[in-house]
């Protein structure tokens, strides 16, 4: 096992500790030109959707609007949009991703440098940057209408 996939699981094994059932959320937010914000950790390998885990006390959807705006600085104008639910068994038995398409967003000025998010960036959907994770391409492919929807994240 590598040593990203040693962190991530050390990192879920304390949140499964801490609460039986872990819930996340991801989502695409696009921009004007149609292009897709990505993410990249600095903690792990490859090109994500913005989000991140719903804390106790949170509905998913203000979950989904505070990693956007924690993540790449981008706040949220209408709220998020489920588009569907998957079951997250590569991190857990446990484990399950709620899937959004967030609308229109302002800028919340500079995007703030910090220790999770190395770099964030807007791609076209045919010039997607390498490493961009393999769920990635299955929700983008869900949400253009290429590909059945899978329950597995």
Do not use: Q
């Not at 050390?10 to 500790?17: A, I, K, N, Q, S």
């Not at 913005?50 to 209408?78: K, Q, S, Y």
């Amino acid at each position: 096992m590598g040593f990203e996939k040693l962190i991530v699981r050390v990192l879920h094994g304390v949140h499964v500790v801490a609460r039986p059932m872990t819930l996340g959320v991801r989502g695409v937010v696009s921009d004007n030109d149609g292009r897709i914000c990505l993410v990249r950790h600095t903690y792990v390998s490859g090109w994500y959707l913005p989000g991140g885990g719903v804390d106790p006390g949170e509905t998913a959807a203000d979950a989904m609007a505070r990693e956007v705006r924690e993540e790449v600085g981008l706040v949220l104008v209408d709220p998020p949009r489920l588009v569907s639910a998957h079951f997250n068994r590569s991190a857990s038995n446990r484990d399950h991703v709620l899937f959004y398409r967030c609308g229109a967003f302002r800028r919340e000025g500079a995007r703030k440098p910090s220790a999770e998010i190395a770099e964030m960036d807007f791609f076209a959907l045919d010039d997607l940057p390498d490493g961009t994770t393999d769920a990635t391409l299955r929700r983008l492919a869900e949400l253009a209408g290429e590909a059945a929807p899978d329950p597995y994240w």
